[in-house]
């Protein structure tokens, strides 16, 4: 079953660069840079635009929405919201980053709005995160992970079920779910954990993939064995962080297909 799972991320990356898709991005400011050159890298068309009198309009025109709360205030909340209900007009994918929920009242609430009314297809998240959208007392340190994926895996599969979105815990080894279905991406690189924003930047690949593969769990698959052998090739060589983050960039526009099929590391429970 898994090889099947990694054809179809080897034929979503081919896509992804064969479409070009326009992701639309309401994202924190910590990573609008990382985020837009990594879609770029990737072969995707980024656009970040938090203006709520023009979400409704750039949503018309994108392939996927991507909602991140890593720095809120009245105003974005509030483009966060126009965004999301016209994505779901459309039908749109649209994928949660709930950044730092449980730091904050205003987060917590925010996120847990946001999976209440806007019902994203695909939530993204540390297992500090997923733990407190389910009040389940998960605590964070920043934005930073301060429980396990294992911790988080019975909370995921709740959550995945009740709101009815693929699930996708990150960490050293990637727990994703829509409930049912239960897989696990090992690639990666401890480096990814040493460089702000990787995270996000994962959140944003979502995007990408999911607005060229209707299976919103293949596609979360997807991109986190691209992502994840992204961060394997741009560790080649043993570079500090600052190397490691450029590298990065470099590696999502060099990965191949032949790559992800030969170095996927992915496991059904």
Request: net charge negative.
């Amino acid at each position: 079953m898994t090889q099947t799972y990694v054809q179809s991320a080897a034929a979503a990356l081919v896509e992804l660069r064969r479409q070009r898709p326009l992701v639309h991005n309401i994202t924190n400011y910590v990573v609008m840079d990382f985020s837009a050159n990594a879609l770029l890298a990737i072969g995707a068309s980024p656009v970040m635009a938090h203006a709520a009198d023009e979400v409704r309009e750039m949503v018309a025109l994108a392939g996927a929405l991507v909602l991140n709360i890593g720095t809120l205030s009245p105003p974005w909340i509030e483009a966060m919201f126009a965004a999301g209900h016209a994505a779901g007009a459309r039908r749109l994918p649209v994928i949660l980053d709930p950044v730092g929920a449980g730091a904050t009242r205003l987060r917590t609430d925010t996120a847990l709005r946001l999976l209440d009314e806007i019902k994203p297809t695909i939530v993204r998240a540390n297992a500090s995160e997923i733990l407190s959208l389910a009040a389940a007392g998960g605590a964070t340190k920043g934005v930073d992970a301060t429980r396990g994926v294992d911790e988080a895996r019975d909370t995921a599969i709740a959550i995945a079920r009740h709101a009815g979105a693929v699930v996708a815990v990150t960490g050293a080894e990637d727990f994703i779910t829509d409930g049912e279905r239960r897989l696990r991406v090992g690639n990666g690189h401890p480096l990814m954990a040493r460089v702000t924003g990787t995270g996000c930047v994962c959140s944003a690949l979502v995007g990408a993939f999911a607005a060229v593969e209707p299976d919103t769990l293949r596609a979360t698959i997807a991109t986190l064995i691209v992502y994840g052998i992204a961060g394997e090739l741009a560790a080649e060589g043993d570079p500090r962080p600052g190397t490691f983050r450029t590298r990065l960039i470099d590696a999502l526009d060099a990965v191949t297909p032949e790559e992800v099929m030969a170095r996927a590391r992915l496991t059904a429970e």
